[in-house]
């Protein structure tokens, strides 16, 4: 059956989308947007949750969570109606600023950063960098805090890579040190720079009432349609902003669809370091809201479990598309093609948590949608990275699904996907979210 996702529309929204969203805060105000615009409403953790059938989203810090409860009340369904959930991640490898980043070095002026995640190094030097992220400030907020966002995409930073005449053997192997050589140029003087003031200015407070931040750096180069027919997408940060975007257009299309279930989208953050925070998917914020979705509807902590044995759990994580530099990287009998749709992946070990009853919904989500599903598994001797699915389908006892859509450059600052495949994957999520009654 044809799917209502277009392909020109959906590349050009994950464009606009990945943009707009340098940080995972910024990831969930942009979700929060285009949710708000459909008509779900926000609701706060600390306050109780509506008790009437709606759509609704909180956030905690970098991480969303979304739902909608008007289609199984139209069921009748009551409140033990499973879940059908949607997870991924807003995190992505980057280099983030230290408590005193200040540093002055034969005249240049430099900002102190942390590797966040795995990235590629390399593909972080010379490279036009902003700054934007959260900053917590002095304000009438609660304990008398309040946090602020900025986006700053002007060209600030450069990590200045050494010239090969000083070091001729960097092309037989870069290594770089990531406390000496990675440090980002952003002016010259006699003096450090003023890292503190710069944020008073981009937020608008007094110096001394900044009180923390969370500041990241992030490539200024716009994404952009790429390659001869426009087929391809280059943009930093599609791992896994790809997946956030598509989760987002998967909850709007299956509000209107209204499946007798309770669909989820939940994006997580702090996947990239492992998940372990009070926001990620080691949390117990997928759970917990769960449970009081429940409880909300007047249910009990017994329909609580029953709706859990009732419920699936997709997660969204990007996959490798076959490298055509490298093809002997690859498993030879899984080779995933990019702009040839989404892709199950499946790991005897469970780095992925994926199982045949997992495999059949998502198999079935991608025959609804009417889109190709490609199936990924690592070569036997090579590691295997892992996603929140493992996580959340301990913490629920959930039948869980690990998926992706295909690319190349996976934690590079600037990745590179298909055009057709957004559309596709929007598709299939929707399919997953609204199952055939």
């Known amino acids: 059956m044809a799917h209502p996702f277009d392909a020109e529309t959906e590349a050009q929204g994950l464009i606009d989308f990945v943009d707009a969203s340098p940080t995972p805060f910024h990831a969930c105000g942009q979700a929060a947007a285009r949710l708000s615009e ?5 609701v706060s953790e600390s306050e109780a949750f ?26 009748g369904l009551g409140p033990a109606a499973g879940f059908r959930v949607v997870g991924a991640h ?9 408590p005193n980043p200040d540093h002055l070095k034969a005249g240049w002026q430099s900002l102190g950063v942390e590797v966040y995640g795995g990235p590629l190094l390399n593909s972080w030097l010379d490279r036009d960098l902003g700054l934007a992220g959260r900053v917590t400030v002095r304000g009438e907020g609660r304990g008398g805090v309040e946090t602020r966002l900025f986006h700053d995409t002007s060209a600030l930073l450069r990590v200045a890579q ?8 960097q092309n037989d192997g870069l290594t770089l040190n990531r ?42 180069e716009p994404s952009r349609r790429l390659g001869r027919r426009r087929e391809l997408v280059a943009a930093p940060r599609l791992d896994n902003l790809a997946t956030s975007y598509a989760g987002v257009r998967a909850l709007l299309q299956a509000a209107v669809d209204e499946p007798a279930l309770v669909p989820v989208l939940v ?10 925070s009070e926001r990620g998917a080691m949390s117990t914020l997928l ?33 490798h598309a076959t490298h055509p530099n490298y093809a002997d990287r690859h498993e030879p009998l899984h080779q995933i093609a990019v702009n040839g749709g989404p892709v199950l992946k499946v790991n005897a070990n469970l780095r992925y ?43 629920t006892g959930a039948t869980t699904v690990d998926f992706g859509a295909p690319l190349l450059s996976m934690h590079s600052a600037r990745e590179l996907c298909g055009a057709e495949d957004p559309a596709m994957y929007a598709a299939a999520l929707s399919a997953f979210l609204a199952p055939l009654r």
């Not at 050494?162 to 053997?169: G, K, P, Q, S, T």
């Not at 917990?288 to 994580?317: C, F, H, M, P």
Request: net charge negative; charged share 20%; proline share 6%.
């Open 353 to 395: 948590a994926t199982d045949s009853l997992g495999e059949a919904a998502f198999r079935l989500a991608c025959e609804q949608a009417g889109v190709p599903m490609q199936s990924f598994v690592i070569r036997t001797d090579l590691p295997c990275g892992s996603t929140i699915g493992p996580m959340t389908s301990a913490l």
């Open 90 to 98: 807003t995190d992505s490898p980057n280099l983030r600023v230290k």
């Open 287 to 319: 759970p917990s809201v769960l449970e009081r979705l429940v409880l909300s509807a007047g249910g009990s902590r017994e329909d609580y479990w029953r709706a859990l044995a009732s419920t699936v759990i997709a997660s969204g994580d990007m996959a």
């Open 162 to 169: 050494l010239a090969i005449h000083l070091d001729r053997e």
């Open 179 to 220: 406390q000496l050589h990675l440090e980002p140029l952003w002016g010259l003087g006699d003096a450090p720079g003023d890292f503190r003031g710069y944020l008073s200015e981009q937020v608008g407070v007094p110096a001394g009432d900044i009180l923390g931040w969370d500041v990241m750096t992030h490539p200024v």
């Open 38 to 42: 459909a008509g779900f409403t926000e």
């Open 50 to 75: 509506p008790t009437e059938p709606g759509a609704h989203f909180l956030v905690r810090g970098g991480s969303l969570i979304a739902w909608d409860t008007r289609g199984a009340d139209a069921a």
């Open 267 to 276: 994006l997580f953050d702090h996947e990239e370091i492992g998940s372990t």
